[in-house]
C-alpha cells in the first residue's frame, strides 16, 4: 500500500505518471492497466498454485489451499470487474455520479473484502518467505503473487481515492457555461 501512497498526489488527480482530468480516460486506464492485467496474472498463478501444492505438497512450507483460495479469489475480483464494467463504469461516463453513489459504496465495501483476501493469500504463503531450495515454479509463483498484491492494492487505492472521490466527480461533473451569443 506504501507504493501506492507515493504515486499518488490528490491535490493533482495524478496516479501511474498521468494526470488525470476526466472519468473516461482513468476509467479506459483501469480497465487496461488493472482488470485485463488481473485476468491474466490469476489465471497463471491458479495454474502454478495448482502445480506447487501437487509437486511439494509434503513439504513443510507448501502453500496448502493456496490454489482453492485463489479461485474464490478470482471468482469475487471477476464478479467485482463485471459489475464495474457493466453498471458502474458506464454511469460514470455518462457524468450520473448522484446514481452512482449506491454502486460505489457496494464497490468500496467489495474493496475492502479484496484486502482480507490478501492479506489470508499472505498468511497461506508465510508472507511470501520462500523456502531454501525453492523449485522455478514456485518462485514464479510468489513472484506472480508479489506483483499481483502490489497492483490490486494500486487499483484498490485509485479506485477508492480517485475515481470514486466526492471532490474528483464533482470537479469533473460542474457544469460547463454555455456561450449563445
Known sequence: MQQAHSQLDQSTWHADGQNWSSVSPLIDHILVRYHGVHRVQLTELSRLALLIERVHADHPHCPHGLAEHLEVLSQELESHMQKEEQILFPLL???????????????????????VALSQLQQLTYDLTLPDGACGSWQALYKGLATFISDLNQHIYIENHIL?????????????EVNHG
Open 93 to 115: 461516463k455518462r457524468g450520473v455520479g448522484a446514481q452512482a453513489m449506491g454502486p460505489i459504496a457496494v464497490m468500496r465495501r467489495e474493496h475492502d473484502d479484496h484486502s
Open 164 to 176: 470514486f472521490e466526492t471532490t474528483f466527480l464533482n470537479a469533473l461533473y460542474t457544469p460547463q
